[in-house]
């Protein structure tokens, strides 16, 4: 199995807190992802990074930011949370951007903002 | 854009059944197909993949062939265990994208 952990792995906050999101990984790849998974909707891209301090928007990116100042580390921040951000929280990662080459998914954060 | 539809679920069978799970999808150029299956409190794991048009993906009794002239990707296995419980995604990812676009995911139960 790929080295990816995830923390936490379950949060329960409020409406209008901050939130931060580790991922980690111990396979030097350079690329990581953050993904939301949400019934009905499959898995979402947020944000990705190509590099360290090489970030960029996915799909659903609005009301949150990312950094990543170590190449094994990629961290999600939710500055404001809402309940819309109620979700279960996936990182991924890969070597290339490639077509043929996959991504390997951490084990996932279920966020719960109340 | 590029997008995958697949069958909705849940998709209820008894052990030993043949399994069909539908993928279609739309996509410009040659992109690379993908199942994912996610067992329960578990992340999303590579269950197998094609690269090329004609291609047969396969692992652990599951195959899939990346058909373009049907832009199909179906998912078959030829007898299911309760342990295949779970729920299968599939996913492409294109020429030049970064992030793979899912389809919305079937739950599959096999019962004994």
């Known amino acids: 199995d790929a080295g990816i952990t995830q923390s936490p792995r379950h949060k329960v906050t409020e409406t209008g807190t901050p939130v931060t999101l580790r991922c980690h990984q111990t396979e030097n790849h350079r690329y990581m992802y953050w993904y939301r998974q949400d019934p009905g909707h499959g898995l979402r891209l947020i944000h990705y990074?190509?590099?360290?301090?090489?970030?960029d928007k996915g799909e659903v990116s609005d009301g949150y930011s990312v950094s990543r100042s170590k190449t094994e580390d990629f961290l999600l921040t939710l500055e404001s949370a809402t309940s819309s951000q109620t979700s279960v929280y996936f990182c991924?990662?890969?070597?290339?951007?490639?077509?043929?080459?996959?991504?390997?998914f951490g084990p996932g954060t279920r966020l719960t903002v109340l | 854009g590029d997008s995958v539809t697949q069958m909705e679920g849940p998709v209820t069978l008894s052990e030993e059944a043949f399994l069909t799970i539908n993928c279609t999808y739309t996509?410009?150029?040659?992109?690379?197909l993908f199942w994912y299956v996610q067992y329960p409190g578990e992340g999303l794991q590579l269950l197998l993949k094609a690269t090329k048009a004609d291609d047969k993906g396969s692992n652990k009794g599951f195959e899939a062939t990346y058909r373009k002239e049907t832009t199909s990707f179906h998912l078959e296995k030829g007898s299911v265990q309760v342990s295949d419980s779970a729920v299968y995604f599939c996913?492409?990812?294109?020429?030049?994208?970064?992030?793979?676009?899912f389809g919305k995911g079937t739950t599959l139960s096999v019962s004994s």
């Open positions: 996913a492409l990812r294109g020429q030049a994208g970064t992030a793979l676009i």
């Open positions: 990074s190509y590099g360290v301090k090489d970030t």
């Open positions: 991924a990662i890969s070597e290339s951007t490639d077509s043929y080459n996959e991504q390997f």
């Open positions: 996509a410009t150029g040659y992109p690379s």
